[in-house]
């Protein structure tokens, strides 16, 4: 075997070499970020120095300012803002002291202290110019603060403050400028370690390619090849010391001991395909295979074990399939005799079924219109009662007249009094009764006419009386009669609806029946079918039967 550098080791080389770049890439990263974090620390006190220098020296010039301010002018508010400024404000005193926590060096704080000697040597100066302006002598004041003593001072004091911000300044942009430096080059590191983690990679992409990849896909394509059941596909690789070469050299090793198996396999199928089963399975199978040669050999027993009774068992359904035969064709003939009788029962009972319902449907009609008469008799009733009391009532009002006409003859017979009465007084008066005379002639006249209608209206008043009665006897003896057909038409009524009732269960057990006859006609009719399906099957399997005895027959078993 060829011998080759593993690729495993390459890639580790390459791998370890990436990472160790990688590595100094990562502390590169960390001092830069470092160096950063310093050099803004490095500005922000550089800020921080000079913003409380100038609060100090500022200070400074503000009580100068000041306290010549109020020598000049006399004003209280000077005089004020420099005592706040000595006395709370104190802005000399917090800048040195932020000075000092920032940190100074030691020639600077030499400078403060010199500059600070020199403004304490003023404030005598300062305080009696301002207890000279107080006592109104501000010439005086004047000459104090503006004197050459004073000048002198002031003039030192300004040498200092631009020595100490000019020294300040260096020291603190070197730093600045030192920091800068070391960030630039840790840069110059940080580019220089990607161009070789680049590099690297660069490496690791051609080696990985070229001894990993185009081998895996050769190696992929083959298995693909393989799985897909082409053994003879060609592959070009061979085999080598390395890790790629091993797994190359257990794929020809795979396909050597798959194409044995499979030639031995396909010959000892070939040959039970073609009827020989008194085979032998050797043992010469390895690993998984083994129990495929085991499944082979368990196979072949089983089919001869299985053949040898499926010859014994094709004998004897030959045997009893041709029994079963004759028995089918008997119940089939039994089954379709019966089917036809069945058929002729259940349209005799759908015949009846039709005239019971015609018959429940005419007994609910009549049912109906006995309903309805006896409503209308029951009107009737009703009406009869309403005549029986309309002729009561005519009865009442007759006898009521006859009253009213014995009043009527005793009004014409006081009437008829009055006028004899009358014609005895018209007589007695003589001449001047005459025209009473007449009068009492005419009213007597009238009485008698009214005594003669009234014995007219009496008779015929008692003839309308007894025809009345008459009436009533009539009226009572038809609502008698009414009420009884009345009752006759409610039990008609009920019996009626007693034989609808017992029309409509019958119908509707009729229906049951039919439906029930229905179901057997269906099972009978199945079971026909199905006996001469059976007797068919019975004849097929039959014909089957020796067409097995004939197969199994063609194999060559085991003695």
């Known amino acids: 075997?060829?011998?080759?550098?593993?690729?495993?080791?390459?890639?580790?080389?390459?791998?370890?070499?990436?990472?160790?770049?990688?590595?100094?890439?990562?502390?590169?990263?960390?001092?830069?970020?470092?160096?950063?974090?310093?050099?803004?620390?490095?500005?922000?006190?550089?800020?921080?120095?000079?913003?409380?220098?100038?609060?100090?020296?500022?200070?400074?010039?503000?009580?100068?300012?000041?306290?010549?301010?109020?020598?000049?002018?006399?004003?209280?508010?000077?005089?004020?803002?420099?005592?706040?400024?000595?006395?709370?404000?104190?802005?000399?005193?917090?800048?040195?002291?932020?000075?000092?926590?920032?940190?100074?060096?030691?020639?600077?704080?030499?400078?403060?202290?010199?500059?600070?000697?020199?403004?304490?040597?003023?404030?005598?100066?300062?305080?009696?110019?301002?207890?000279?302006?107080?006592?109104?002598?501000?010439?005086?004041?004047?000459?104090?603060?503006?004197?050459?003593?004073?000048?002198?001072?002031?003039?030192?004091?300004?040498?200092?403050?631009?020595?100490?911000?000019?020294?300040?300044?260096?020291?603190?942009?070197?730093?600045?400028?030192?920091?800068?430096?070391?960030?630039?080059?840790?840069?110059?590191?940080?580019?220089?370690?990607?161009?070789?983690?680049?590099?690297?990679?660069?490496?690791?992409?051609?080696?990985?390619?070229?001894?990993?990849?185009?081998?895996?896909?050769?190696?992929?394509?083959?298995?693909?090849?393989?799985?897909?059941g082409n053994l003879s596909a060609d592959f070009a690789l061979r085999s080598n010391s390395s890790e790629i070469g091993m797994l190359v050299e257990s794929i020809h090793e795979t396909k050597r001991e798959l194409k044995k198996y499979i030639q031995d396999i396909d010959d000892k199928l070939a040959q039970m395909a073609d009827g020989t089963m008194d085979l032998t399975i050797g043992d010469d199978y390895r690993g998984e295979f083994l129990p495929i040669q085991n499944a082979m050999r368990q196979i072949l027993d089983s089919l001869n074990q299985a053949l040898s009774q499926i010859s014994l068992t094709a004998d004897q359904v030959s045997t009893e399939s041709v029994q079963m035969a004759s028995d089918a064709e008997v119940l089939s003939s039994g089954t379709v005799r019966q089917a036809a009788a069945v058929e002729e029962l259940s349209a005799s009972i759908q015949d009846i079924y039709g005239q019971v319902d015609r018959t429940s449907k005419d007994a609910d009609t009549a049912r109906q219109h006995s309903v309805e008469a006896a409503k209308q008799l029951e009107i009737c009733s009703q009406k009869m009662d309403d005549l029986t009391n309309a002729m009561n009532d005519i009865s009442q009002a007759s006898n009521q007249i006859g009253g009213i006409i014995k009043t009527i003859e005793d009004i014409s017979f006081q009437t008829n009094i009055l006028a004899l009465n009358a014609s005895v007084e018209a007589a007695r008066a003589g001449e001047a009764g005459k025209g009473f005379a007449i009068v009492a002639g005419e009213v007597q006249n009238l009485a008698n006419k009214s005594s003669v209608s009234a014995q007219d209206i009496a008779e015929l008043i008692e003839n309308s009386m007894k025809l009345v009665q008459f009436g009533s006897s009539l009226t009572e003896e038809t609502t008698e009669s009414i009420s009884s057909v009345v009752s006759s038409a409610q039990e008609s009524s009920t019996l009626?609806?007693?034989?609808?009732?017992?029309?409509?269960?019958?119908?509707?057990?009729?229906?049951?029946?039919?439906?029930?006859?229905?179901?057997?006609?269906?099972?009978?009719?199945?079971?026909?079918?199905?006996?001469?399906?059976?007797?068919?099957?019975?004849?097929?399997?039959?014909?089957?039967?020796?067409?097995?005895?004939?197969?199994?027959?063609?194999?060559?078993?085991?003695?």
């Open 1 to 228: 075997m060829k011998k080759s550098i593993n690729q495993s080791t390459l890639t580790f080389i390459l791998n370890g070499i990436s990472i160790l770049a990688l590595i100094l890439m990562g502390l590169a990263l960390f001092s830069n970020s470092h160096i950063r974090d310093l050099l803004n620390t490095a500005n922000a006190e550089r800020f921080d120095l000079t913003y409380n220098a100038n609060r100090f020296m500022n200070g400074s010039a503000y009580l100068t300012n000041e306290v010549r301010a109020f020598a000049s002018t006399g004003e209280q508010q000077h005089y004020d803002n420099y005592m706040m400024e000595v006395n709370e404000w104190k802005n000399r005193d917090i800048g040195v002291a932020k000075m000092q926590e920032i940190g100074i060096t030691d020639e600077e704080q030499a400078m403060i202290d010199e500059m600070s000697a020199l403004s304490n040597q003023l404030v005598p100066l300062e305080e009696e110019a301002m207890d000279t302006v107080k006592a109104g002598d501000k010439e005086s004041a004047v000459a104090y603060v503006y004197g050459k003593e004073y000048n002198t001072a002031i003039t030192k004091i300004n040498s200092l403050k631009e020595q100490f911000l000019s020294a300040l300044d260096t020291r603190t942009l070197a730093r600045i400028d030192d920091l800068n430096f070391q960030a630039g080059f840790i840069r110059k590191t940080m580019l220089i370690m990607l161009i070789v983690i680049a590099f690297i990679q660069l490496i690791i992409m051609f080696v990985t390619n070229r001894r990993i990849l185009r081998p895996v896909i050769k190696v992929r394509d083959q298995m693909g090849e393989i799985s897909r």
């Open 496 to 559: 009626i609806e007693r034989i609808a009732e017992s029309a409509m269960a019958q119908s509707h057990s009729l229906r049951q029946i039919t439906q029930g006859m229905e179901q057997i006609s269906e099972v009978v009719q199945t079971n026909a079918s199905t006996a001469q399906e059976s007797a068919k099957l019975a004849r097929d399997l039959q014909n089957q039967a020796e067409g097995l005895k004939v197969s199994v027959h063609r194999f060559r078993l085991r003695r």
